[in-house]
């Protein structure tokens, strides 16, 4: 059945309610309606050849994908919101951010570099210049960088909870400690290292690859499920809780404990077998 209201064309850009819905949607992180919403105003752009709302739906189509773990697809929209709108700044920097999803760290990092030549008081882009800094091993640009972020938009990028490597170890035995007893013995034989940031080849050995952002990973076959056929079979299971992106996530040492709790539960998850849905099912993604 079609939707009357896609055969309206669309209001003048100040005037557009549809819009104010999609980006209210998204801030609320409900990415499906926020998706749903952006792809009924892009139809109705198309029909009325508004380029400009065509971009700006596309825009926040492509970052409800962002959201949502589908950089690939992501990237699609915003490229075509780019022609469209050549200009359109927030989708530039939606775009950067959908390529450092997928790994290409030098793409993300010449299109950040644009938005900022084009607005340099921008906090996302010196944001995500600083990760992309901080990957590259340049300690002195990252914190510049990421600082800048704090200072022009305290309220999105606030200052980590920063803690010393031997206080996030003790963190990571508190959290071990406090796990049920047949989930310790499980994990007997399953070291629990911690590392900074997460390497590249663990990000691009999937396909898509993992977020950059990714807090923990599961490294081997699932307890149980170990198969001669398997490559990971090969090697020893390993959890690995990734520092930095912990402590971004937190505001204080009591938050990133927790996190770091709820982290090492969604790793022993995938470690007994469980896939995203069924972690989510368990409160645990």
Known sequence: MSDPEDRTT?????????LAETADALEAGDVELACDLARKGARRARRAGDD???ADFLWL????LVEAGEAEEALGCLEEALRRSPDHLDAMLERAWALYELCRFDDAAAQAAEVEAREPDDAGAHHLLGLIAERRGDAREAARRLSRARRLDPENFPRPATVAPAEFERLVEAALAGLP???RRYLANVPVMVEALPALADLTANHPPLSPTI???FRGAPYGQKASSDPWSHFPSSIVLYQRNLERL???REELAEQIGITLLHEVGHFLGLDEEELAERGLD
Do not use: I, N, T
């Open 10 to 18: 669309a209001p003048p850009p100040d005037e557009d309610p549809l």
């Open 52 to 54: 400009e709302r065509l």
């Open 61 to 64: 189509e492509g970052s409800a």
């Open 181 to 183: 007893e047949p989930v």
């Open 215 to 217: 807090l923990g990973l």
């Open 250 to 252: 937190a505001r204080h």
